[in-house]
């Protein structure tokens, strides 16, 4: 036995041992990925398949054998010597193995591949029908799972020559009628094989519906949905045939057209007429009653288009049968269902006449008050368990689909008829049945948006009925006070005298802790939607602010509360906003003075932290207060700057780095809170950060210079200030260039947080002075800096880097650029390619490609040459015809791309 061979079974018994060692699992499994790639692999492969069913670990070399195999067709296929040869030995196997379907699955694929990329399907094809008789029924499901992946081959080796492919669906096209035939007999037998081929065909081929509808297929999936075990695979294929007819209306044959109206109609009546027993034999089984509502919802998204074909009555009946399915509570199914809808207002918004919109509403009213009471009474309430993580999940499910299918609901139902049963269901469960009233100002709350430029008695009655409400439940209290702040514009607009009224109940909750996040949020809401309407209230409003506000360095990061405590402080200033300057000035320095006094004094770290918090807070809600330049004055004469310095200083000798974050956030904030004066004040904190960078080499003080140039692009916009473009190109490319002098010798990965800063940094710069950028001396540092780091990225910091380069290259089409891409070219695109292939998200690899395309459409000739060499000589285990279309001059730079995509495609799939 060789030795390859020997490695390779000692691996498969680490891998299946019973007693496994993680780490020899690992290397066990990185030896088999690594293996797969070799020419040794060929050999190994047919000694695993044809494995004696008596040694050890039998089942898992069939099994490896297979994964090794399919492997080496798809992405080796340049290795193979004699494809008549191998696709002989895939056909043995497969009829030895043919009932074992996690082996098979791997061999058919491998078959598939074989004939895609040898062109040869015309001529396996009767090869496989002679070595699989349908005489003996045992080989009905390995001809299903065979041509299944061939299906699937014409869409998932987009690898393989195109012209291939484009024969092979041909091909395929010509076959349709047979293997459908084949697909419809065999479901007698195998019904769910049947099922799963047909799903494979549908989705990857252009089948007409003239072969669909006289192959009988929709009476093949009507049959299935019937049989509990078939629902998921019927209801997949029900919405794959749905999509091919939605889809049918949109081309020109009349015949084509007339066929779909024929199955939409025979579909309706069918459902309508059998939904119901369907949905009784699911006995209560939730995901079994849920593959039966998937399989209903599918034909909703076809009426519409066919409406104007269709029974008016079995329309209506439709959604009299779907009001049924919202009385039993699912996520998946209210899901599906909230789709459905979307779908039908979409259609009554944007493309039904006014005659027909007012026809279809008129006549779908009485049911869908009943589908938006079903959803409240049924869908809408929390059900409290003790599982927090389930209970915050389905709070934000409520959110995004309860809320959706609310606000659909007003585009059918008159908004009295809604706002009715939201107050009738409301009042009538209270106290008693308070998770359904919570659920009915949820709904209430859903319409805030709606309903703001709606004037309705009704509206404020049920506020005023909230806000008397008296409660203890914490579920209830939350949704309440969140629905009063939704209605703040509502409010000004529409009943301005309850504004005060309104404010009231939500401070009276402000001081429950559980409470404080609705509170706070509603009060900013409040204070942003009726700030003029407390006006005459600022006395009032500053008071009770005043009672929270000296709570707030206790309560500060305790349960995750200090963003609400911004959100009042932000709410506070939108209406303090709104007074004379004197008053603003007035509570400034009630408010902001204690804070620095304080923090001057001797203090734990803990109260330090927050202080700093809150103080942030201030600087970065106070900027709408509009100080101006009274604002620098403002803060010398409390000291506030010296405090934060010392403070800074206090934080490095203590090397305090958490501290120090929070200071550095605290001036970043100070940049905008000091309006005009940031141009004298750059100045002065520009030296002392380069000082603190220095005792640092802290990411959270290089993320400074970006806030700064922020704050001094905002003068400029403002004053037209030449300063503050002058400030931005004199002190930050000496800092950037002290700061890469250190991080580019210090080991790899140590600083990566601190080149992501610098790197956004580049991209402010970039984006807001292209042009004085090009004339500065970062014109020359910045590809080198770029190629010095990207080897040594994470995911975030690749992905900042590539951004830069984009709007580097996007800005920048200068004689430096082009110079540097022909006699660096080859090294950048080297880098790109080899890193990009780290990471697993799919963003990082469009970057890649977005910025190399970018470079393809500026000079296509060039970079078609650079890439070429670059995978000739990195890649060169990438199919023969990947390479050679990486050389063509004459691609569109659409082509270019789809060439990067496969090629990441491949290079993941081989990894």
């Not at 025979?266 to 509502?293: A, H, P, R």
């Amino acid at each position: 036995m060789s030795q390859p061979v020997e490695d390779v079974l000692k691996a498969i018994s680490v891998l299946y041992s019973p007693q496994q060692i993680p780490e020899e699992t690992t290397k066990a499994d990185q030896y088999l990925q690594e293996f797969m790639k070799t020419k040794e692999a060929w050999q190994v492969i047919p000694l695993l398949l044809t494995s004696e069913p008596s040694v050890a670990f039998y089942q898992q070399r069939i099994y490896y054998g297979a994964i090794i195999l399919k492997k080496k067709v798809c992405y080796n296929f340049k290795e193979i010597e004699n494809f008549d040869e191998l696709f002989k030995f895939i056909l043995k196997c497969l009829s030895v193995y043919k009932n074992q379907k996690m082996i098979t699955s791997h061999l058919a694929q491998s078959l598939a591949a074989l004939c895609v990329q040898s062109n040869s399907w015309n001529d396996y094809f009767p090869l496989i029908i002679q070595n699989f008789p349908i005489t003996d029924t045992s080989n009905i499901p390995v001809l299903l799972l065979m041509f299944s992946s061939i299906a699937e081959a014409n869409k998932k080796l987009p690898f393989a020559k195109k012209e291939y492919l484009y024969s092979l669906h041909d091909n395929l096209i010509h076959t349709s009628p047979t293997i459908l035939d084949f697909i419809q007999r065999s479901f007698v037998l195998f019904p769910g094989n049947a099922l799963d081929c047909f799903n494979s065909w549908i989705q990857n081929l252009d089948i007409s519906i003239s072969l669909l509808n006289q192959c009988q297929i929709i009476q093949m999936i009507f049959e299935g949905i019937k049989q509990k075990n078939l629902r998921e695979r019927s209801s997949d294929s029900f919405y794959y045939f749905m999509k091919k007819i939605r889809s049918i209306n949109e081309k020109t044959t009349d015949e084509e057209v007339g066929i779909c109206i024929n199955i939409v109609q025979y579909v309706l009546k069918q459902l309508i007429t059998n939904i119901s027993s369907i949905v009784q034999t699911t006995q209560g089984d939730i995901e079994d009653f849920e593959w039966v509502s998937d399989f209903y919802c599918s034909l909703g998204f076809v009426l519409t288009t066919y409406i104007d074909k269709i029974d008016s009555n079995q329309f209506i009946m439709y959604y009299r049968l779907l009001d049924q399915f919202t009385c039993i509570r699912s996520i998946r199914n209210i899901t599906r269902i909230t789709d459905v809808v979307v779908d039908l207002t979409d259609f009554l918004n944007e493309t039904a006449h006014e005659s027909m919109r007012e026809k279809i509403c008129f006549a779908l009213t009485e049911t869908f008050v009943s589908m938006f009471e079903h959803v409240l009474r049924v869908q809408t309430p929390l059900i409290d368990n003790g599982d927090q993580e389930e209970l915050l999940d389905f709070i934000d499910f409520r959110k995004d689909v309860i809320s959706e299918f609310v606000r659909r609901s007003c585009d059918i139902v008159p908004c009295p008829l809604l706002l009715d049963t939201i107050s009738s269901i409301c009042v009538s469960t209270i106290p008693n049945q308070l998770d359904i009233a919570e659920a009915s100002l949820f709904c209430f709350r859903s319409l805030a948006r709606v309903l703001s430029e709606y004037k309705s008695e009704m509206v404020l009655s049920i506020l005023q009925s909230i806000v008397k409400i008296e409660s203890t439940n914490l579920h209830f209290l939350h949704t309440s006070v969140f629905c009063v702040g939704r209605y703040c514009d509502w409010i000004h607009n529409y009943a301005p005298t309850f504004a005060p009224t309104a404010l009231q109940y939500i401070l009276k909750y402000i001081n429950i802790p559980e409470l404080i996040e609705p509170v706070a949020i509603s009060f900013e809401n409040m204070c942003d939607g009726c700030a003029v309407d407390f006006i005459p209230l600022i006395d009032v409003i500053s008071q009770t602010f005043s009672s929270v506000y000296q709570q707030m360095p206790q309560s500060w990061k305790v349960g995750g509360v200090n963003g609400s405590f911004s959100s009042l402080i932000n709410g506070y200033c939108l209406v303090l906003e709104k007074q004379p300057f004197e008053i603003k000035l007035k509570y400034i320095e009630t408010f902001i003075p204690p804070l620095v006094k304080s923090l001057s004094q001797p203090i734990s770290p803990e109260l330090m932290t927050a202080l700093i918090g809150i103080l942030t807070s201030w600087f970065d809600s106070g900027v709408k207060l509009n100080l101006q330049n009274i604002t620098i004055s403002f803060l010398q004469k409390y000291d506030v700057i010296p405090t934060l310095f010392r403070l800074m200083e206090f934080a490095i000798q203590n090397k305090n780095e958490s501290l120090i974050e929070d200071i550095a956030s605290c001036i970043r904030y100070l940049f905008f809170f000091i309006g005009p004066s940031i141009v004298d004040f750059t100045q002065t904190i520009s030296t002392q950060m380069v000082q603190w960078w220095q005792n640092t080499h802290l990411a959270s003080i290089v993320k400074m210079y970006s806030f700064l140039i922020r704050a001094l692009k905002r003068e400029d916009d403002r004053s037209h200030n030449p300063l503050c473009k002058n400030y931005c190109f004199t002190f930050i490319p000496p800092v950037l260039d002290t700061i890469f002098q250190f991080v580019l010798v210090q080991p790899k990965s140590s600083y990566t947080d601190v080149i992501t800063e610098c790197f956004i940094i580049i991209s402010q710069l970039l984006d807001k002075y292209p042009l004085e950028f090009s004339d500065s001396v970062l014109q020359q540092r910045f590809i080198p800096w770029s190629l010095n780091v990207l080897d040594t990225m994470s995911g975030e910091t690749f992905g900042t880097v590539v951004d830069s380069m984009i709007l580097f290259f996007h800005s920048n089409r200068s004689s430096y650029s082009n110079t540097y891409l022909q006699n660096e070219g080859e090294t950048l695109i080297r880098s790109l390619l080899s890193n990009a292939r780290k990471f697993t998200t799919k963003t990082k690899r469009e970057k890649v490609i977005d910025l190399m395309s970018l470079l393809y459409e500026q000079n296509p000739e060039l970079i078609s040459h650079k890439t070429s060499l670059v995978i000739q000589n990195e890649y060169n285990f990438l199919p023969i015809e990947i390479i050679n279309s990486f050389a063509s001059i004459k691609m569109k730079k659409t082509d270019y791309q789809y060439l990067l995509d496969d090629f990441f495609y491949i290079c993941r799939e081989t990894a």
